[in-house]
């Protein structure tokens, strides 16, 4: 059975009886407050038995609503039912979805359903919106949020540089000669030099570099404070690639970069 159906369909008219009997229990309580503010007692003693009544039909709603919610199979619906809903639900909200159940990427979250637990997990946080459109929409109130937090571009080109740099300089070490300016590094090695400790990489995650790598392109910033460009390469190995978004939404599968004295990244 689909969710939204189980939910407020199955569920529906408990749902609105409760929010019935909310009302009437609120109207009764103000009802009480009034004649016991003004000394109505015989008034306070008829409301006190309304309330008595609504708040019992409540009770009794509520038993019959909790012992619905188990009848609902969560298991057999994430792994039959909740892809189709989920990836409608991103379209709706301009999210693009790669991979398949159970594990998908929704630029820069990964996002992985637990059928049998009953959750699901955006960065490894632990969720329970098992409706799509709601956790749609928090993929897109999150995504939001990123967008709104300071980006110094100017200052990540930088750091991409000073971690290539000393990546270079290792490698001229250890293999003996003398690599030229502009010999690519791959982007793995990049994130590792940036993330050395365990505690860094929790912090700062591959898809949040990613993500970095991203509003370079949306900022336009690819020089760094010495005048070195820097340029990206491509690579068919799905498993040494980052996907990165440049600023018109386009999907590039990047493997290494390099700093080079001039050259388009694009």
């Not at 639900?89 to 359903?113: I, N």
């Not at 993929?139 to 709104?148: I, V």
């Not at 020089?223 to 996907?243: H, M, N, W």
Request: positive net charge.
């Amino acid at each position: 059975m689909n969710l939204d159906h189980f939910l407020d369909h199955e569920l529906g008219e408990e749902r609105r009886e409760l929010l019935e009997k909310k009302r009437q229990a609120s109207a009764h309580q103000a009802k009480l407050e009034r004649a016991l503010r003004d000394g109505d007692l015989e008034q306070a003693q008829r409301t006190i038995g309304w309330l008595e009544a609504a708040l019992a039909k409540q009770q009794e709603t509520l038993a019959a609503l909790k012992g619905k919610l188990p009848g609902f199979d969560v298991a057999t619906y994430l792994r039959e039912e909740f892809e189709a809903g989920f990836l409608a639900a991103c379209q709706s909200h301009g999210l693009k979805v790669t991979g398949s159940f159970p594990a998908y990427e929704v630029f820069p979250f990964r996002v992985r359903v637990f059928p049998e637990r009953g959750t699901i997990e955006v960065n490894e946080r632990v969720l329970r919106l098992l409706r799509p459109r709601a956790l749609a929409g928090y993929l897109k109130a999150a995504r939001d949020r990123l967008y709104r937090e300071n980006f110094n571009a100017a200052k990540f080109v930088n750091t991409l540089a000073r971690a290539y740099d000393t990546l270079l300089a290792v490698r001229r070490a250890e293999q003996g000669i003398d690599l030229p300016p502009g010999t690519d590094i791959p982007l793995h090695d990049i994130y590792e030099q940036l993330t050395l400790l365990p505690a860094h990489k929790r912090q700062y995650p591959r898809n949040m570099f990613a993500f970095d790598l991203h509003r370079l392109f949306v900022a336009d910033v690819f020089t760094t404070s010495d005048g070195r460009r820097l340029e990206f390469g491509d690579t068919r190995q799905r498993g040494k690639a980052v996907v990165v978004y440049d600023a018109q939404g386009r999907e590039h599968r990047f493997g290494s970069l390099r700093f080079t004295a001039g050259g388009d990244s694009r």
